[in-house]
Nanobody, 120 residues
């Protein structure tokens, strides 16, 4: 199972970006999918998560600005980020709680990370 994240870049304060993450490989089922971020010198933190039923959770700092969504037909998760702030600058990672074909155990897989830089 592999996750490929894309969509990061450099944007000015108040701008928008849309991150995408596609899950590929021998996936039987995907439960929750999420986005995390890690700023320089800080621990990785949860940004948003969406479960298989479509329920979502957001960290307080992004509520009202970010929207997480998923397309189960494409095994993909997205993060629409609006009204970006300098403190949103970080490497963003996607993850998926997945059951691989032939496996009896669920496992969390991670993407490689995509850089988001918000300039003032």
């Amino acid at each position: 199972v592999q996750l490929q994240a894309s969509g990061g870049g450099l944007v000015q304060v108040g701008g928008s970006l849309r991150l995408s993450c596609a899950v590929s490989g021998s996936v039987f089922s995907i439960n929750s999918m999420g986005w995390y971020r890690q700023a320089p010198g800080k621990q990785r933190e949860l940004v948003a998560v969406v479960n298989s039923g479509g329920d979502t959770y957001y960290v307080d700092s992004v509520k009202g600005r970010f929207t997480i969504s998923r397309d189960n037909t494409k095994n993909s998760v997205y993060l629409q980020m609006n009204t970006l702030k300098p403190e949103d600058t970080a490497v963003y990672y996607c993850n998926a709680d997945s059951l691989q074909l032939g496996s009896a155990s669920w496992r969390v897989y991670w993407g490689q990370g995509t850089q988001v830089t918000v300039s003032s």
